[in-house]
């Protein structure tokens, strides 16, 4: 049986851990999470994707036991509550720069606002990147780190999977989680003040 500690791991993390499982082909496995949150998305996730899902413990360790008894269906959406330093707006970028006049000047423009919206209180609780944003996200991007930081406050960073598929830069995402249309959707229209830039 695999074992995955997801204690401590801001949401949507504890579903990608056992989505990993799951892509590799995991029988049973066994997820140990903190909150009543992470253990409704983990085992709505794993009833989706076929497993019979047997929960234990109590909180701040609740361990969910799943075997695999049926075939998978579509993945529902995730229920992530704002931590407490993020707020209910979400943002959603198009682009890698802001503007298109000058791709210098919308460089130097997109990292300033990244700068500055990640010392704002509060800060977003979900920033999506899709279509050129996608590169922010990359190991190569002097974004990442701005991107990281946010994240590690408890900002959900998404990253549009098809976007990253499209350009061919999935393996070198740094940061954040490769998602979808409907996830991202459902995430920064799921804020009481989606802020859509690019």
Do not use: W
């Not at 409907?182 to 229209?189: D, G, L, N, Q, R």
């Amino acid at each position: 049986m695999m074992q995955i500690d997801a204690t401590g791991k801001p949401c949507p993390q504890p579903v990608m851990l056992a989505k990993a499982a799951v892509d590799g082909g995991a029988a049973s496995l066994e997820v140990t999470v903190d909150n009543p949150v992470s253990a409704s998305n983990v085992t709505r996730f794993l009833e989706s994707q076929g497993y019979s899902v047997t929960p234990g413990g109590e909180v701040p360790r609740l361990v969910l036991k799943a075997e695999k008894t049926g075939e998978a269906g579509p993945a529902p959406a995730l229920t992530c509550p704002s931590s407490p330093a993020t707020g209910d707006y979400g943002v959603l970028l198009l682009s890698r720069t802001l503007g298109s006049e000058s791709p210098e000047l919308g460089d130097a423009l997109m990292k300033a606002f990244l700068g500055t919206l990640a010392q704002r209180t509060p800060l977003p609780s979900v920033l999506a990147l899709m279509n050129g944003a996608v590169f922010l996200a990359l190991k190569d991007s002097s974004a990442h780190e701005t991107l990281g930081e946010m994240a590690a406050k408890g900002v959900r960073v998404l990253v549009c999977g098809t976007c990253t598929k499209h350009f061919d830069v999935t393996d070198r995402v740094a940061v954040g989680t490769i998602s979808n249309m409907f996830e991202i959707t459902e995430a920064v229209y799921g804020t009481a003040k989606p802020v859509v830039m690019g």
